[in-house]
């Protein structure tokens, strides 16, 4: 097995949960990389030899992105739609049947490459590991080859039949496909279930018989929730333990607690609300109150056509007030954890060797250079893929 000795890192992100500061930051850093695995982190002057070197000339190396919530799998795009949103139009949940219409109609070779694309672009970006939704499909058949398409790229699929009623359907006739025939279809290619828990889409009556479906056959629950406004949907998240619950825009002191209390991680997407001119999640508030919080793209053709963590970063940092350490970890190992994941988000002895090298001396430049491509290199699996 060939190591590397990554070398000269102003500053090495390892989130060693050991670590004193959040980010277990260790300055003028080496990182060794074995085979595909993270084998040693420390100072660059206790560093042991390698079969090969690579100076990074001064620059940051950080876990790459972990994406936790996004939809790749679509035809189409929505651009008239923004363009009328920025003009003064509000956004409602029923824009995603004009994806719907584009994706049936799209074959399989086009929505593979479509997803390639997009995935490219986030490597382009710092994101190593992305979640993939279907739920643009919304019947049997679209849902389940739209996870089939998300396969090929990403362990990490979610069924999401459940993301709006379409058109001319009758709401319980609707549910019971997805808990039925649809869910049969798709459980082969999907890990995940979701729900859009929101006025105009599902209600918490509805998420819970989805989500229950999806357990009895083996896929884990997560949910859309409190997007567009106050609704149950995080509290349910919360009362059934889920990993994690997307969106939480609308919260009340209650959902807080819940969500304190429960452990289950807040998702927050401020690519949304920068693409929706919504108001954006009280992280501040969250992170105070001892939640767990982490940040992913939502990228979609609808709310949020950006599929760059970087930007993602730079948002929460200004516009939801988290500090730059915080909001690069909620990117990166809290990203990990709302995919139940400890191989990833992480550069310590043991795990996946997905990281990227910036073009800046520390995570800081992520937010105080908005809109700058600082990523450099990308590595995956300790190959290196940008
Ligand atoms: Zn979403």
Redesign the pocket.
Same mark, same amino acid.
Request: no cysteine; charged share 45%.
């Given at each position: 097995m060939t190591s590397t000795l990554i070398t000269n890192i102003a500053e090495l992100v390892t989130n060693d949960p050991e670590a004193d500061d959040l980010l277990g930051a260790i300055p003028d850093a080496a990182l060794v990389v074995e085979g595909s695995r993270v084998a040693w982190v420390g100072r660059a002057v206790d560093a042991p030899d390698a079969d090969e070197r690579l100076d990074v000339g001064g620059r940051a190396v950080l876990p790459g992105f972990v994406d936790s !919530?996004s !939809?790749l799998v679509f035809a189409g795009d929505r651009a008239q739609e923004f363009a009328a949103r920025m003009a003064g139009e509000s956004y409602a949940a029923g824009g995603i049947r004009t994806t719907v219409a584009a994706t049936r109609a799209a074959t399989d070779e086009q929505l593979t490459a479509h997803v390639a694309r997009l995935v490219q672009e986030m490597r382009r970006q710092g994101t190593t590991t992305v979640e993939i939704?279907s739920g643009y499909g919304l019947t049997t058949r679209d849902e389940a080859r739209s996870l089939a398409v998300a396969r090929q790229f990403t362990e990490e699929t979610t069924f999401l039949g459940a993301h709006v009623v379409p058109a001319d359907t009758d709401p319980a006739a609707y549910v019971a496909l997805v808990t039925g025939p649809m869910l049969e279809a798709a459980a082969p290619h999907a890990k995940w279930i979701d729900v859009f828990c929101e006025r105009g889409a599902f209600d918490d009556d509805q998420a819970r018989v989805i989500l229950a479906a999806g357990r009895a056959h083996g896929l884990l629950p997560r949910l !859309?929730a409190n997007q567009l406004g106050p609704g149950p949907g995080v509290r349910l998240a919360a009362e059934l333990g889920l990993t994690a619950v #997307?969106h939480c825009t609308y919260l009340d002191d209650a959902d807080v607690a819940a969500l304190r209390d429960s452990g289950t991680i807040a998702t927050l997407l401020p690519g949304v609300e920068f693409s929706t001119r919504q108001p954006y999640p009280d992280a501040r508030a969250l992170l105070d109150a001892g939640v767990r919080v982490a940040i992913a793209s #939502?990228c979609?053709p609808g709310s949020s056509f950006s599929s760059s963590l970087p930007l993602c970063v730079a948002l929460a940092v200004r516009e939801m007030r988290m500090t730059p350490a915080e909001a690069v970890h909620a990117a990166t190992a809290m990203g990990a954890r709302a995919l139940g994941r400890d191989d990833i988000g992480a550069l310590t002895p043991g795990k996946r060797a997905d990281l990227m090298v910036l073009d800046a001396p520390s995570h800081v430049h992520l937010a105080y250079r908005p809109g700058v491509p600082l990523v450099r290199s990308v590595w995956l699996g300790g190959r290196a893929a940008v």
């Open positions: !919530h !939809h939704k !859309h #997307d #939502d979609n």
